[in-house]
Antibody, heavy 119, light 110 residues
Framework: QVQLVQSGPEVRKPGASVNVSCKAPGYTFNGYYLHWVRQAPGQGLQWMGWIKPNTGGTNFAQKFQGRVTMAWDTSINTAYMELNSLTSDDTAVYYC????????????WGQGTLVTVSS | QSALTQPASVSGSPGQSITISCSGTSSDVGSYNLVSWYQQHPGKAPKLMIHEVNKRPSGVSNRFSGSKSGNTASLTISGLQGEDEADYYCCSYAGRSTLVFGGGTKLTVL
């Protein structure tokens, strides 16, 4: 059973950056991508982008291009998502999720990380 | 990348069947058999219910089924149970290695 363990809640001021981590202990990601999906309070799911762990390749939703960075640390099997220039609209629960390459469906999800942006 | 269109809410009585639609375009739902469905209970992470339009993961009840016609995908839940009350989201491949979600549908079991 794959477990994705995310970092804890964060509070940031507008204009700041936030870095959320997602650890997959004891599991390799061959044949899988690691995606990030967010959900604002009371709202739906929004796809942000993915990273391919074994190459570091990334692809982002147009909405986040230029403002998001995704990285993978192979030594500790951990993904990172950094979002810059935060506004109150970025207040949301951020999920990491594993996706099967090709069919592109999410079979395992992290528990979610609440990021609150407030002055 | 506009969100796929789902009804905001649907409801049904225990034992009945309901269908949730997911309308896209010829650039996403209509072009690829890569539609998945997720169930989300309050405060929980989403759970995969259907992938590749109509494939059910191991462990998911056979009361859940998926289909697609043209630019619209559908999730049908038969024999409604109280535990099915949740939010449901569709997701489709949208080309250029991107994905798009639907706005979500709240299912109420009366």
């Amino acid at each position: 059973q794959v477990q994705l363990v995310q970092s804890g809640p964060e509070v940031r001021k507008p204009g700041a950056s936030v870095n959320v981590s997602c650890k997959a202990p004891g599991y390799t990601f061959n044949g899988y991508y690691l995606h990030w999906v967010r959900q604002a309070p009371g709202q739906g799911l929004q796809w942000m982008g993915w990273i391919k762990p074994n190459t570091g390749g990334t692809n982002f939703a147009q909405k986040f291009q230029g403002r998001v960075t995704m990285a993978w640390d192979t030594s500790i099997n951990t993904a990172y998502m950094e979002l810059n220039s935060l506004t109150s609209d970025d207040t949301a629960v951020y999920y990491c999720a594993r996706a099967v390459v090709g069919p592109d469906y999410f079979d395992f999800w992290g528990q979610g990380t609440l990021v609150t942006v407030s002055s | 990348q506009s969100a796929l269109t789902q009804p905001a809410s649907v409801s049904g009585s225990p034992g009945q069947s309901i269908t949730i639609s997911c309308s896209g375009t010829s650039s996403d739902v209509g072009s690829y058999n890569l539609v998945s469905w997720y169930q989300q209970h309050p405060g929980k992470a989403p759970k995969l219910m259907i992938h590749e339009v109509n494939k059910r993961p191991s462990g998911v009840s056979n009361r859940f089924s998926g289909s697609k016609s043209g630019n619209t995908a559908s999730l049908t839940i038969s024999g409604l149970q109280g535990e099915d009350e949740a939010d449901y989201y569709c997701c489709s491949y949208a080309g250029r290695s991107t994905l798009v979600f639907g706005g979500g549908t709240k299912l109420t079991v009366l």
